[in-house]
Structures are given as C-alpha cells and as structure tokens.
C-alpha cells in the first residue's frame, strides 16, 4: 500500500490502543495516516452527512463510528471486520439518583441520552420497550460528559451513559438502574456491537481488504507490546485515571477486535434487524454487511 489516508477516531483509550501501532508507522506496508480525533457522535454525522469544509478532518476515509448509523451510511461506506468495538458485559448504562429503582419507575420519565444515532440509544429503546410498562417519557440529547451531573442534580430522571462511565458513575453518588447490555446478552446471547471501523466504498474492493489487514495487524501488534502504546494513550485520555483508561481498553479491545467473526456479524446484524422492526433504522439489504 501508499499514499497517505486520512482517518478519524476517538481519543477513547480503546480507539488509541487500537491504532498506536499504525498511526506511528509500526505497521509493515501500510500507508502513513493523517488522524483527526472526533468523538463519535461527531463521526456519525460526518459520515451521514458529508464532508465540512468548516471541520478539518471530516473527509476522512476511514472513520469510527457506531454501528447504529450503518443503515444511513453502507451506500457510501463499507464495514471493516476489525477494529472495532463488541463484547460482552460492556454495554450502556441507565442511571438514576435514586437507590432501588426499576424498569417501572421509568414510565413516563425523561431520560438523557448521548445521541439518538447511537449504538446505545438502540439498545436502550429496545429494553424499554421489552421492560417499561407505557414507555419512557421525554429523551432528550445530552453531550455524554453533562449525563451524570444532570442525572445527579434532578435536571433528568434517568440518563444513558457509555464508556468509562462503567467505572465511574458512583463518584457522582448514582445508582445503576439497569444493564442495556445484560439485557441484549440474555435475550440474544450475542455480542454487544458498539463502535464499528468503515471506509469509504470508492477506495475499491482491494484497497479496502488491505486497510482492514492493516487494522488487524495494527490491533495484534498493540496487544503484542501494550506498554507501547501507554503514552499515547494517556496523552488523549487526560482525564481518565491510568487504572481507568485500562479498564476500558480491557473491556471493549478483544478477540471482536481482531475480527467480527460468525457471532459479531450475527449481533450486528440482529442489532439493526430488531432496530428496523421498532421503526429506530431503515431495514438493511442481504449484502449491506459485506466487503466489497
């Protein structure tokens, strides 16, 4: 491979282990990166949405992004099968002030969520819909980092939280209502998909085999020597306590990493089948899920 690609992640310690390797030219024959850091609910848009000449970075050819927008997207994007985000006991979270509540004590309630375009919003709706008698009342879209103090303060009743907010939630004094990802694990034992790696469908079919070997290669060299990539890591995770920034990449970097598999297709796509049945995402076609 040559020429330079330009790429968007997140600055999540799990995105940073991922792809220390390959943004620092460890990997043989793969083509230098120009990285753009973008939260994901940000990557969704540019990849939904288009190209900003206001927002550098957001022509990128590879980009991070959750699997609930790939309905919108497969026309342009192709899904690699590494990379990526799955695993199990890591989904989202419902939190509440109060000790004690249940599934019930949402009806009607107003809720915080991190986007509507999310991986977490889609197994959020479809808990409710399975678990609270009426439905959830109001939701509203929170910035992921104001979900717990809007939680804790009263301004919500409940909020959606992802990522590291696993570790971090009872600092803010809240209680853990329920486990979106218990729920999709029991009722389907599959996978949680979180976070998929895509690419623009107009590289060509052989250009974007190679980016996903390079992924993979990128993700067996991290867990190689995973002392290597700890400052870059921490460089973009400032805010994380070391210890938590570990916790994280040992919860959502794994075997679905290296490669989706027979069971990460299936929780993908079960994941946007049930979706398209409750109306979340349009329906996808046989092939959506296949490398060009």
């Known amino acids: 491979m040559s020429d330079r690609l330009r790429i968007a992640f997140s600055p999540c310690p ?8 390959w943004a620092h030219g460890l990997v043989p024959g793969a083509p230098e990166l120009d990285v753009t850091f973008a939260d994901i609910d940000v990557t969704n848009r540019w990849a939904e949405h288009g190209a900003s000449p206001q927002e550098p970075g957001s022509d990128a050819d590879v980009l991070k992004v959750s699997y609930a927008v790939l309905p919108w997207i497969l026309d342009e994007y192709a899904l690699l099968p590494c990379g990526g985000a799955l695993g199990r006991g890591c989904g989202p979270l419902v939190l509440t002030a109060e000790p004690g509540s249940g599934p019930a004590d949402l009806r009607g309630r107003t809720v915080a969520v991190p986007s509507k375009r999310s991986t977490a919003y889609l197994l959020f709706r479809l808990w409710a819909a399975a678990e609270v008698p009426g439905g959830v009342g109001d939701v509203v879209v929170l910035p992921f980092h104001e979900i717990m103090p809007a939680v804790r303060e009263g301004r919500v009743d409940a ?7 696993r570790f971090t939630y009872q600092d803010y004094g809240l209680h853990r209502l329920a486990d979106m990802g218990e729920h999709w694990e029991e009722t389907t034992g599959l996978p949680i998909p979180l976070g998929a790696i895509v690419a623009k469908r107009s590289l060509g079919g052989e250009r974007i085999r190679e980016l996903a070997e390079a992924a993979r290669e990128s993700v067996r060299m ?4 995973p002392e290597a990539s700890r400052s870059y890591v ?23 990493t290296a490669d989706l598999g027979e069971s990460g297709y299936a929780a993908v796509r079960g994941l946007l089948t049930r979706a398209a049945a409750e109306g979340l995402v349009p329906p996808l076609g046989p092939d959506a899920l296949r490398l060009p």
Request: no cysteine; proline share 2%.
């Open 159 to 165: 909020g959606l939280v992802i990522h590291e907010a």
């Open 14 to 21: 799990n995105d940073t282990f991922v792809f220390h390797a």
């Open 234 to 256: 921490r460089e973009h995770a400032q805010e994380l306590d070391p210890a938590v920034a570990d916790q994280h990449i040992g919860l959502y970097v794994n075997e679905f």
């Open 222 to 225: 991290a867990w190689d020597d």
